[in-house]
């Protein structure tokens, strides 16, 4: 590939970098070079340093020594803003934009642009939107998008910002694959354009589809910087992780009664669709999936059965050390008379809560060992130190329990901020699965975002002990792979309605694809739900 001298002028080049925080030695003497027009993935185990090398790049963290240089000369941002000056911008894996604030606000205020009119902003965002065929609301709160809405809208802000080297630290972690696929199309022809993108991934198919040079970091070295064309997902993740063990066979279960059941479920979040008379019902030693598009109803049905958000009508039950029921907007429990029936209630009779951000659940400020016996009681609240503690739970080997699920590094006494997002995910399921005593219902969604391949593997296999140990497991995510891994049976949600309810083995991807875009079973067209007035 030609570089013309325009092009030329943006590569940017780091030449052994290295990052320590403390006595964390988070990249050690790192090379790279971001080409302008083409796709960069950066992979590597969690904890990795892929996450460090992105910052040192946008101007968020300054290297401990190395050079880095754009278009020849040398670069070395102050901070973010600089970087961004300069063209160099980061969407975070942690997305930053304020809630209350609707896109074209946040472009406005976060970036700084008091002399941009909202008209103005407002058009070079819907151009952006255009060009990336992608519909997000520009004018609501970002707060009340869905996640898989507000990424996207944060990489739009990034490129209406005018980067031409763009930097997304797992963009993919959260979006379903129709998004995905939007998304990459999106970036190719910003390539075609000549920006330079670097992408972090987990998500190893990733690499072949989009990518044109690949870096794989190993516990902050290199070990591979080149070209990404030809190379096979697995021999991607031999360069990042050796040998991946052989996944265990799935030992035979046998499903018990009904644990978590839904009966005519009605409810309605600002967030999500509303869910309109859902059944469900999860047994005791099973693993059920939750499929659907972004939008679907799954969040919130996932809210209502955790305790979040009461159902305007129907029923959720959990039969555990007690049985407890939410009537409507009501709630009462056999064992309190009182009622009151809310996400303590929930988990003191033994339910188990991974939500799709783990903003929601772990606190950076908290230790890992005060992390482990907190949870966060508010959904759509950031976990904070309010959080309660988990009270008769037991972590009193807090260490094993770290290096049981292999936080990285599993010291209790650090602070969760220090550990990489993979890290946390792990340490939020040290929480949640990794109680003496069996949960009698465990709630997930996307337990294995942001996880390596090892990683990833191992919370599978834990949700699977999990289940034939009596627990009744309901596994979402917008990853079908995510749920197909460890599901028994999967569900399909569409327009806050359950569509499709199949066991594993006839879950194939085109019955599960038709079941998501709302199509049915067989050819036969959908009526139409609304029809265009007669002419
Ligand atoms: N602010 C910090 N303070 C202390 N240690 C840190 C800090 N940020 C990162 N680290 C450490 O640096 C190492 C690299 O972390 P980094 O976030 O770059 O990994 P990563 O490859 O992005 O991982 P993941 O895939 O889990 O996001 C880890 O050991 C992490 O614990």
Redesign the pocket.
């Known amino acids: 590939m030609t570089i013309s001298p325009q092009e030329a002028g943006r590569v940017v080049e780091a030449r052994s970098v290295s990052k320590s925080?403390?006595p964390?030695r988070?990249?050690h003497e790192v090379s790279i070079t971001v080409r302008p027009g083409a796709v960069h993935a950066l992979v590597?185990?969690?904890?990795?340093?892929?996450?460090?090398?992105?910052?040192v790049l946008a101007g968020i963290e300054p290297p401990s020594s190395g050079a880095i240089s754009l278009g020849g000369v040398p670069y070395v941002p102050r901070d973010r803003a600089e970087a961004k000056r300069r063209g160099v911008n980061m969407v975070p894996?942690q997305l930053s934009l304020v809630g209350e604030l609707s896109l074209v606000e946040n472009y406005l205020v976060v970036g700084s642009r008091p002399f941009v009119n909202r008209r103005s902003a407002r058009s070079l965002l819907a151009a952006t939107l255009d060009r990336a065929r992608v519909e997000v609301d520009l004018d609501a709160p970002t707060a009340s998008l869905t996640h898989s809405h507000r990424q996207l809208g944060e990489i739009v802000v990034a490129l209406a910002e005018g980067a031409h080297t763009l930097i997304l630290?797992?963009p993919t972690a959260s979006l379903g694959p129709l998004e995905v696929g939007g998304l990459f199309e999106h970036l190719r022809s910003l390539c075609e354009l000549g920006t330079a993108i670097v992408l972090?991934t987990?998500r190893l198919d990733e690499v072949r589809q989009v990518a044109d040079d690949l870096t794989v970091?190993s516990h902050?070295l290199e070990v591979h910087h080149g070209s990404a064309t030809g190379l096979r997902p697995t021999e991607i993740a031999r360069l990042m992780v050796g040998e991946l063990p052989e996944l265990a066979p799935r030992a035979a279960r046998t499903r018990g009664a009904v644990t978590l059941r839904a009966e005519a479920v009605v409810a309605q979040s600002t967030r999500d669709a509303r869910l309109d008379g859902v059944d469900l019902a999860v047994h005791a030693g099973e693993v059920v999936g939750l499929a659907g598009v972004a939008g679907s109803g799954q969040n919130l049905l996932l809210d209502v059965l955790a305790g979040f958000v009461p159902p305007r009508s129907g029923t959720v039950t959990l039969e555990g050390s007690r049985t407890v029921t939410i009537t409507g907007s009501r709630a009462s429990t056999a064992a309190a008379e009182r009622g009151g029936a809310t996400a303590s209630t929930l988990r003191a009779a033994g339910l188990a809560w991974i939500p799709e951000d783990r903003r929601d659940a772990v606190v950076p400020t908290m230790s890992l060992r005060e992390n482990l016996a907190v949870y966060s009681s508010s959904r759509g609240r950031r976990a904070d130190a309010r959080s309660r503690p988990q009270g008769s739970d037991d972590v009193s080997a807090p260490a094993d329990r770290l290096a049981a699920f292999d936080v990285?590094?599993p010291r209790p006494e650090l602070l969760a901020?220090?550990?990489?997002?993979?890290?946390?995910?792990k340490l939020l399921a040290a929480r949640e699965l990794g109680a003496a005593k069996t949960p009698n219902a465990v709630l997930a969604y996307g337990p294995t975002q942001?996880?390596?391949l090892r990683a990833a593997q191992a919370i599978r296999e834990r949700l699977v002990d999990l289940a034939a140990d009596g627990a009744a497991v309901l596994v979402a995510s917008h990853d079908l792979e995510e749920v197909l891994g460890v599901a028994d049976r999967v569900v399909v949600m569409f327009g806050g309605r359950i569509v499709a309810d199949l066991p594993i083995a006839e879950a194939t991807t085109e019955r599960l694809g038709r079941a998501m875009a709302g199509l049915p079973a067989d050819d036969t067209p959908r009526p139409a739900i609304s029809e265009e007035p007669a002419p």
């Open positions: 925080y403390g964390v988070a990249l590597g185990e969690n904890g990795a340093g892929k996450s460090t090398l992105a910052k894996q630290d797992e972090i987990h970091l902050g990285r590094p901020a220090g550990l990489s997002g993979g890290n946390q995910q942001g996880l390596d």
